[in-house]
C-alpha cells in the first residue's frame, strides 16, 4: 500500500459505481455515517476488522481495497520496506499489509505491531479465517470464552466470527496476522 489516502479513494469508488449511499454502507456494517466519511475522506484508517466489514458490505474483498491499480503475480517485501511503511489504526495498532499489489488473492496477510501503551482493547468479529504467528513479544488473544497467551513462535488458527481481541503483554508485540 504505497499510499495510505487510496483505502479511503478506493472505497468510494465502489460505494458510488454500486450507487449506494454512505448511510446505506454504515448500515450494512454497523458503523456510523461519520466513520464511513471519515475513511472515505482518508481522515482515518480503520481497523482490519472495520475494512473486512465495508468489503463485505461492499460485496468485495479486503484485498480488492487495500490493492493498488498495478497487478503482478509475484511480490518480494524487503524486512525495512515493510516497518517503514507501517500505518496506525484508530483502535491503536500499526499495521503493513504484505503483497497488496497481488490482484485477486484469496487472502490477506498483514504485519501487526501493537504497543501496550497504544492498543484500546476491544473484541470484534467479522466473516472468515483467521491465522496469527508471533513473531517477537508476548500478547493475551480472546477467542470466544477462552483466553490464550501468545509469545514468539506461538500461532493460533480460528474461525473470526467468534469474539476475539489482542492485549499486549510486553511493551511490543509483533505478530503476523492472515485473513482468509
Given at each position: ?37 471519515k ?45 517503514d ?59 470466544g470464552?477462552?483466553?490464550?497467551l ?21 511493551e ?9
Amino acid at each position: 500500500m504505497a499510499d495510505n489516502s487510496l483505502v479511503g479513494d478506493r472505497i468510494r469508488l465502489i460505494r458510488k459505481s454500486q450507487k449506494r449511499t454512505i448511510q446505506e454502507v454504515a448500515d450494512t456494517c454497523q458503523l456510523s455515517k461519520s466513520m464511513i466519511s471519515k475513511i472515505e475522506n482518508n481522515k482515518t484508517m480503520p481497523s482490519v476488522a472495520t475494512l473486512v466489514k465495508i468489503a463485505t458490505a461492499l460485496g468485495t474483498t479486503i484485498s480488492s481495497i487495500l490493492e493498488q491499480d498495478n497487478s503482478r503475480n509475484t511480490i518480494f517485501t524487503k524486512k525495512k520496506m515493510s516497518l517503514d511503511k507501517l500505518v496506525k489504526t484508530e483502535k491503536g495498532y500499526h499495521i503493513y499489509p504484505f503483497a497488496s499489489e497481488f490482484q485477486g488473492k484469496k487472502m490477506q496477510p498483514f504485519l501487526f505491531v501493537a504497543r501496550k501503551s497504544e492498543v484500546i482493547a476491544h473484541q470484534l468479529t467479522h466473516e472468515g479465517e483467521e491465522f496469527i504467528y508471533v513473531i517477537e513479544g508476548a500478547m493475551k488473544m480472546q477467542v470466544g470464552d477462552t483466553e490464550y497467551l501468545l509469545t514468539a513462535g506461538d500461532s493460533l488458527y480460528f474461525n473470526a466470527l467468534q469474539k476475539h481481541g489482542i492485549l499486549p503483554t510486553t511493551e511490543e508485540v509483533r505478530y503476523l496476522d492472515i485473513f482468509l
